[in-house]
């Protein structure tokens, strides 16, 4: 039996590697990859907190989870490819008409 | 040490190398296909929890529907790799002390959870992370979330048909 502990560990270093590809990379598009893999570090933890008390809960947050990752993908690359046609880059530090 | 354990260590691990992957590869496409095996590890270790319908779901819904999605993107703007190369800024640096500080605190938070995992009863055994357990929470507790879920996807959906048009 593995403890609970090391999986929330395993989450926390899978949500800090995501972070920190969202603070540092400059790709729309990896940033999005590095959300996605903010909320698997959710969903783990989840998991692992629904095994340990034993209740289902925590499997049906994952699944709510899951559904809203859909949604946000699917919207966050429709706002890249209209981004892309507007400006012909994806690098977000061309994109700053919204600074202050 | 038991086949838990070894299974355990090997997919954490190979999932830390390709979630690093998915940051420090240059080309997206590499990234993605990073992020896919990341997603694959990831629903080995969902299993270990006894979460099968979960790491089905992982598996159908985020390596095979939201990854498609990606790629196709990426192939649609035609990315090449990234001109400038390893490079270490100051925000580099930042970003790289901020989520090492953000490690440390939560490892820290972690430490203190009580590690007693509640062994389940014979019954619970045959039940526990099925699609029916999961099936009659979602449809009784949680059937005005679920709704609201649908309701959500849908709005996505027109959503992103209306963003990503050029001309209505």
New interface residues.
């Given amino acids: 039996?593995?403890?609970?502990?090391?999986?929330?560990?395993?989450a926390?270093?899978?949500?800090?590697?995501?972070?920190?590809?969202v603070?540092?990379?400059?790709?729309a598009?990896?940033v999005?990859?590095?959300v996605?893999?903010m909320l698997?570090a959710a969903?783990?933890t989840f998991?692992?907190f629904?095994?340990?008390?034993?209740d289902?809960?925590g499997?049906?947050s994952?699944?709510?989870v899951?559904?809203?990752?859909?949604?946000?993908?699917?919207?966050g690359?429709?706002?890249?490819?209209?981004v892309?046609?507007s400006r012909g880059s994806?690098n977000i530090e061309d994109i700053k008409t919204m600074k202050h | 040490m038991n086949i838990?354990?070894v299974l355990?260590g090997a997919f954490?691990v190979l999932?830390?190398l390709s979630?690093?992957l998915?940051?420090f590869a240059k080309s997206?496409i590499s990234?993605?296909m990073a992020?896919v095996s990341?997603?694959f590890f990831?629903a080995g270790?969902?299993v270990?929890?006894?979460?099968h319908?979960?790491a089905a779901?992982?598996v159908l819904?985020?390596a095979g529907?939201?990854m498609v999605?990606?790629l196709f993107?990426?192939m649609?703007?035609n990315?090449g790799e990234?001109a400038?190369g390893p490079r270490l800024t100051f925000?580099?640096i930042?970003?790289?002390g901020?989520?090492?500080g953000?490690?440390v605190v939560?490892?820290l938070a972690?430490?203190r959870?009580p590690?007693?995992?509640?062994s389940?009863s014979l019954a619970?055994q045959q039940t526990?992370?099925t699609l029916r357990?999961?099936g009659e929470?979602?449809f009784t507790t949680?059937l005005l979330?679920f709704e609201a879920?649908s309701l959500?996807?849908l709005?996505?959906?027109v959503?992103?048909?209306v963003?990503?048009k050029?001309r209505i």
Avoid at chain 2, 115 to 118: E, L, T
């Fill in positions: 039996m593995v403890p609970i502990s090391y999986y929330l560990f395993l926390a270093a899978l949500f800090c590697l995501g972070m920190f590809g603070l540092v990379r400059r790709n598009l990896v999005f990859m590095c996605e893999l698997n969903n783990l998991l692992a629904a095994r340990m008390r034993g289902t809960i499997h049906v994952a699944f709510f899951i559904a809203v990752a859909a949604a946000e993908a699917s919207i690359l429709a706002i890249v490819i209209a892309f046609r994806v | 838990e354990q355990f954490a999932t830390l979630a690093s998915v940051i997206p990234s993605a992020l990341t997603f990831l270790i969902y270990l929890l006894w979460a319908t979960v779901l992982q819904v985020y529907a939201i999605l990606f993107v990426i649609l703007l990315l990234e400038a925000s580099r930042l970003g790289g901020a989520a090492i953000l490690f939560l490892a972690i430490a959870v590690n007693r995992v509640q389940l619970q526990f992370g357990a999961i929470s979602i949680w979330p879920v959500l996807l709005v996505a959906m959503g992103a048909v963003v990503a050029s």
